[in-house]
C-alpha cells in the first residue's frame, strides 16, 4: 500500500524537501512590470546575447540555473538530476541548456504547467532517498512561442482581447534534503481535463476546468480548506480564465478570496498591452522564484498552493479540429518543516 499518497492524487512528503535556492531572468518587458525591482536579471536584448531567439532561451535556462545554483551554495554537480521544460519543439531550450550545465536531465512538457510539474517530480525524488540535491526549471519567450502557436512576428497578426501575452522569463529553483526553508510538503498531480475550448486564443478559459480539479482534489485529499492557504495561485489562467475558475469554486458555495495569478501579477493591465495578462511557463516560474518564495522565506506568507496550469495543444492539433486539453499541477509550499 502507497503510505505516501493522500486520498486519489496527492502526496504527503515524509520530510518536507527544502527549496534552498532560486533564481531567475526577464526580458525587457516583464522587467517594466509590478516586479520589475525583484528578478536577478534582466535583459534589454530580447536575443540575450545570441544569434536566434531560440538560442536566447537556452541562454536564460543557464543563467537562471546558475543563480539558483549561487544562492544554494551548490555547484551543478551536485544534483541527482534537472527536471526542465519549456514551449517549444522537443524542449529544445532545456536541452541545449542541461548540455552545457552537464548535469543528468529529466525534459518535461506540461506546457505552463511545466514549473510544478518539474519541483513535484524533484520533491518526490528528494523524498524517496534517490537525491539530496535537484533542480527544477522552466522557461518560456515570447517570440519563439508566437513563432511556434500563432504567427511570426514580421506577421503583424492582431490579438484578440481575450489572448495572454507569453512572458520572456525562466525561473529556476534548487531543493534539497536539509535546510531552513522555504519547505515543499505536499504534491498533487494533475488530471487532463477538457471542455471542449478550441479556441487558441481564449488558454486561460480551457485550462481553468483543470485548475478547479486540481485545487479541489488538492483539498479533499488533504482535508485542508482553502482558508488554509494564505495564497492559491494559478499560473497562467489571466484575466478571463480567473473569471472562470472563482465561477466554478462559486457553484460549489465557495469564495475563493486568496486567490491570485501570476498572469495577472507579472504585467500591470492597465499600463501594459498584454490584455488578459501573461502566459508561458516562464511565467509562473519567474513570479514564484522572484517573489513568492521570498514571502515565504521572510514570513509574511506561511502556506501557499502554487498551482500551474498548461495548454495541452499545439497547431497540427488544432488543425485536425481537436480541443485544447488542460492540466494543472500543485505544489504546497510552507514556512514550517
Excluded at 532545456?94 to 511545466?114: D, E, H, I, M
Excluded at 519541483?119 to 533542480?135: E, N, S, V
Excluded at 485529499?221 to 484575466?239: C, E, M, N, P
Excluded at 498552493?305 to 481537436?322: I, M, N, V
Aim: net charge negative; proline share 4%; with cysteine.
Amino acid at each position: 500500500m502507497a503510505e505516501k499518497q493522500l486520498g486519489s492524487a496527492s502526496f504527503a512528503l515524509a520530510r518536507p524537501v527544502t527549496v534552498l535556492g532560486w533564481g531567475n531572468i526577464v526580458g525587457k518587458k516583464e522587467g517594466e512590470g509590478p516586479l520589475g525591482g525583484l528578478f536577478d536579471q534582466i535583459s534589454q536584448d530580447s536575443y540575450f546575447g545570441e544569434q536566434t531567439w531560440e538560442k536566447a532561451e537556452s541562454a536564460m535556462q543557464r543563467q537562471a540555473v546558475s543563480a539558483a545554483l549561487e544562492r544554494s551554495g551548490q555547484p551543478a554537480s551536485a544534483l541527482t538530476a534537472l527536471f526542465g521544460g519549456d514551449l517549444m519543439n522537443q524542449c529544445i531550450a532545456t536541452s541545449y541548456a542541461a548540455r552545457s550545465l552537464n548535469v543528468p536531465l529529466f525534459g518535461l512538457y506540461g506546457a505552463c504547467s511545466t514549473m510544478a510539474e518539474s519541483m513535484a517530480l524533484a520533491a518526490l525524488l528528494i523524498d524517496g532517498g534517490f537525491a539530496d540535491f535537484a533542480g527544477a526549471v522552466a522557461s518560456s519567450h515570447f517570440c519563439t512561442a508566437e513563432r511556434q502557436y500563432r504567427t511570426p512576428l514580421e506577421y503583424g497578426g492582431q490579438r484578440t482581447p481575450n489572448a495572454q501575452w507569453t512572458a520572456t522569463a525562466c525561473g529556476a529553483v534548487v531543493l534539497a534534503r536539509e535546510g531552513s526553508g522555504p519547505y515543499i510538503s505536499h504534491v498533487t498531480v494533475g488530471k487532463v481535463v477538457d471542455r471542449a475550448i478550441k479556441d487558441p486564443n481564449n488558454m486561460g478559459a480551457a485550462m481553468a476546468p483543470a485548475a478547479y480539479d486540481t485545487i479541489s482534489t488538492h483539498l479533499s485529499d488533504t482535508g485542508r480548506s482553502a482558508g488554509f492557504y494564505d495564497l492559491i495561485v494559478t499560473g497562467d489562467l489571466g484575466k478571463l480564465g480567473s473569471r472562470v475558475l472563482k465561477e466554478l469554486f462559486r457553484q460549489d458555495g465557495m469564495e475563493l478570496n486568496n486567490h491570485n495569478d501570476c498572469g495577472l501579477m507579472l504585467f500591470d493591465l492597465q499600463r501594459q498591452d498584454v490584455h488578459c495578462g501573461g502566459s508561458g511557463c516562464g511565467c509562473s516560474a519567474a513570479v514564484l522564484t522572484a517573489l513568492l518564495l521570498e514571502q515565504v522565506k521572510q514570513g509574511k506568507l506561511h502556506n501557499i498552493l502554487f498551482c500551474a496550469t498548461g495548454a495541452l495543444h499545439s497547431p497540427t492539433a488544432l488543425g485536425q479540429g481537436e480541443s485544447i486539453p488542460g492540466i494543472c499541477h500543485a505544489v504546497a509550499i510552507t514556512d514550517t518543516p
